[in-house]
């Protein structure tokens, strides 16, 4: 069974410091891998996908199979950043022609002005 | 184009109520589903549906049931509403992968 991990609740950070959101997964087929976004009391977004490896609002985040690792990086954080990430895996549901998104508990990112 | 909608926003029930919570979506995709968010529980899934006409189970699918009325709409009931099912229930659609989510519903039962 497919598990992500994001190993801190709540991330603070100065505004202008680098930010690293931390996300690891566990799954024995070929992952693909999300960052969601959600502001105060919205609905989730997409920021990132790993098959696209673009960069978003600064976020960049590359998948590390050895690791089983797919970290969020941001070089200087603003204070719009202030949120709640989510990282999240997709896997086929076996028979059905859906997908699954498997996600970690979340980390909420405060920056400090 | 508006995406994922939802109603209602917010609702407050009474233990033992029933309500059925609506969404719909204009993108044309096959695969919708129904989570539920809770603080330090991120979000699991309650029930999705692949296509028209199909339905399965989640992680936590006790207590409610869905309908996938069309292509569009996704409805999920509550037949019996209890405090544990106190949440915020967000809907989402999905081509393939990436899924795109509404605005949630709010619901608080007493």
């Known amino acids: 069974a497919q598990r992500v991990t994001q190993p801190e609740k709540l991330l603070s950070v100065f505004k202008g410091a680098p930010v690293e959101l931390k996300c690891n997964y566990s799954?024995?087929?070929?992952?693909?891998l999300f960052w969601y976004v959600q502001y105060s009391r919205q609905r989730l977004q997409l920021l990132l996908r790993?098959?696209s490896r673009e960069s978003i609002k600064g976020f960049t985040a590359d998948l590390n199979k050895g690791e089983t690792s797919f970290h969020l990086k941001k070089p200087f954080a603003q204070e719009e950043d202030s949120a709640m990430y989510y990282c999240?895996?997709?896997?086929?549901?076996?028979?059905?022609?859906?997908?699954?998104?498997?996600f970690g508990k979340g980390t909420k990112l405060s920056v400090i002005p | 184009n508006a995406g994922v909608t939802q109603t209602p926003k917010f609702q407050v029930l009474k233990t033992g109520q029933s309500m059925t919570l609506q969404c719909a979506q204009d993108?044309?995709?096959?695969?919708m589903y129904w989570y539920r968010q809770d603080p330090g529980m991120g979000l699991r899934l309650i029930y999705y549906?692949?296509?028209?006409?199909?339905?399965d189970k989640g992680e936590v699918p006790n207590g409610y049931n869905v309908s996938r009325l069309n292509k569009r709409e996704f409805s999920l009931r509550l037949e019996s509403a209890a405090p544990s099912q106190t949440s915020v229930y967000f809907c989402?659609?999905?081509?393939?992968?990436?899924?795109?989510f509404g605005p949630g519903t709010r619901l608080t039962v007493l």
């Open positions: 989402a659609s999905s081509p393939q992968g990436t899924q795109f």
């Open positions: 549906s692949a296509s028209e006409g199909t339905t």
């Open positions: 999240a895996l997709s896997s086929r549901y076996s028979g059905a022609g859906s997908y699954q998104l498997t």
């Open positions: 993108m044309n995709h096959n695969s």
């Open positions: 790993h098959i």
């Open positions: 799954y024995s087929g070929s992952p693909e």
